[in-house]
T-cell receptor, first 113, second 114 residues
Framework: DQQVKQNSPSLSVQEGRISILNCDYT??????FLWYKKYPAEGPTFLIS?????DKNEDGRFTVFLNKSAKHLSLHIVPSQPGDSAVYFC????????????FGKGTKLTVNP | GAVVSQHPSWVICKSGTSVKIECRSL??????MFWYRQFPKQSLMLMAT?????????EQGVEKDKFLINHASLTLSTLTVTSAHPEDSSFYIC??????????FGQGTRLTVV
């Protein structure tokens, strides 16, 4: 049972445009969400996170939006750059101090020059 | 960000042998370390959580006698795949964290069992 879903395996955008990566979750006990970026043969790198008490968190070109009622979050990258090309993983963490991260399958983003 | 080093980056071993993978936090003391496994085009699946000086907590379906985890110090955790078989071939990734910080990941180890 996939508790964190990234339904788009891939996304291609033009340099300078906005990239929007989506993530849905089913477990209402999740209260903290993270986005990781991963290059081939490397471990994931933390990008940005959001707590369930917020609906938006922004860090430079990266913004994460959370819609709790829809159990949906999205990562916006603007403007997109070729160096952003990577696989992006959405992850969620539960309540009660649990440190366990549940990951989606990832979305491969390609930013074309 | 903090640095987590995983070694080796890739390893090929014969079926039936054991392989040890090391995970080190280089510039911080990790209270908790995690081991993940990733199959091609799949998500990272948590295998176990380990705290320094205590036994690892394994996820459901992960054989603790096959995947031995030792968290000997605040900067080192090891994963030993015992009696490896071809189906154990995968990408293994560790992460480490301090209290109240995000987890930082190692670069991963590609294990191929032949």
């Amino acid at each position: 049972d996939q508790q964190v879903k990234q339904n788009s395996p891939s996304l291609s955008v033009q340099e300078g445009r906005i990239s929007i990566l989506n993530c849905d979750y089913t477990n209402s006990m999740f209260d903290y969400f993270l986005w990781y970026k991963k290059y081939p043969a490397e471990g994931p790198t933390f990008l940005i996170s959001i707590s369930s008490i917020k609906d938006k968190n922004e860090d430079g070109r990266f913004t994460v939006f959370l819609n709790k009622s829809a159990k949906h979050l999205s990562l916006h990258i603007v403007p997109s750059q070729p160096g952003d090309s990577a696989v992006y993983f959405c992850a969620a963490k539960g309540q009660g101090g649990s440190e366990k991260l549940v990951f989606g399958k990832g979305t491969k983003l390609t930013v074309n020059p | 960000g903090a640095v987590v080093s995983q070694h080796p980056s890739w390893v090929i071993c014969k079926s039936g042998t054991s392989v040890k993978i090391e995970c080190r936090s280089l510039d911080f003391q990790a209270t908790t370390m995690f081991w993940y496994r990733q199959f091609p085009k799949q998500s990272l699946m948590l295998m176990a959580t380990s705290n320094e000086g205590s036994k690892a907590t394994y996820e459901q379906g992960v054989e603790k006698d096959k995947f031995l985890i030792n968290h000997a110090s605040l900067t080192l955790s090891t994963l030993t795949v015992t009696s490896a078989h071809p189906e154990d071939s995968s990408f293994y990734i560790c992460s480490a964290k301090q209290a109240n910080t995000e987890a930082f990941f190692g670069q991963g180890t590609r294990l191929t069992v032949v």
